[in-house]
């Protein structure tokens, strides 16, 4: 989400690659629909992991900044600063996926989360560009 974010609100101004702990959740519906209530696309979003991004060729050494939006991905991202010169910050984002018992009370839990991370790249990043 905070890389479809990122990309829609600032263009190629700045680079961002999504990366988590794990590569094997694929991004869900609820993320996907409120996402496109601000014109962000996820249908196509898959995540990576850490390990994988270094198996791949990128190299870590060449980012400047990890946000971690859970204690997990915080964890592992601390751990790549013993051998990489990364900044890290921890955006403790509410986890929308275990709340709510109907399909609204979800689509609402998961607004919340989307509005956390965009209101938080906002504030870290300034406001989006008129025409990224």
Same mark, same amino acid.
């Given at each position: 989400?905070?890389?479809?974010?990122?990309?829609?609100?600032? %263009?190629?101004?700045?680079?961002?690659?999504?990366? %988590?702990?794990?590569?094997?959740?694929?991004? +869900?519906?609820?993320?996907?629909?409120?996402?496109?209530?601000?014109?962000?696309?996820?249908?196509? &979003?898959?995540?990576?992991?850490?390990?994988?991004?270094? =198996?791949?060729?990128?190299?870590?050494? =060449?980012?400047?900044?990890?946000?971690?939006?859970?204690?997990?991905?915080? &964890?592992?991202?601390?751990?790549?600063?013993? &051998?990489? &010169?990364?900044?890290?910050?921890?955006?403790?984002?509410? +986890?929308?996926?275990?709340?709510?018992?109907?399909?609204?009370?979800?689509?609402?839990?998961?607004? =919340?989360?989307? +509005? =956390?991370?965009?209101?938080?790249?906002?504030?870290?990043? %300034?406001?989006? +560009?008129?025409?990224?």
């Amino acid at each position: 989400m905070a890389e479809a974010m990122m990309k829609k609100f600032y %263009g190629r101004r700045i680079y961002v690659q999504s990366a %988590g702990v794990r590569n094997d959740m694929e991004v +869900d519906g609820f993320s996907i629909a409120v996402c496109a209530e601000l014109g962000v696309e996820l249908s196509r &979003h898959r995540s990576r992991s850490f390990e994988e991004m270094v =198996q791949w060729g990128d190299d870590l050494g =060449q980012f400047d900044l990890i946000i971690a939006l859970s204690s997990a991905s915080q &964890h592992t991202a601390l751990d790549l600063t013993k &051998h990489y &010169h990364l900044d890290v910050e921890y955006w403790p984002i509410v +986890d929308p996926t275990a709340l709510g018992e109907t399909r609204e009370a979800k689509l609402s839990a998961y607004r =919340q989360a989307r +509005d =956390q991370i965009r209101d938080k790249i906002i504030a870290r990043f %300034g406001p989006p +560009d008129p025409s990224p």
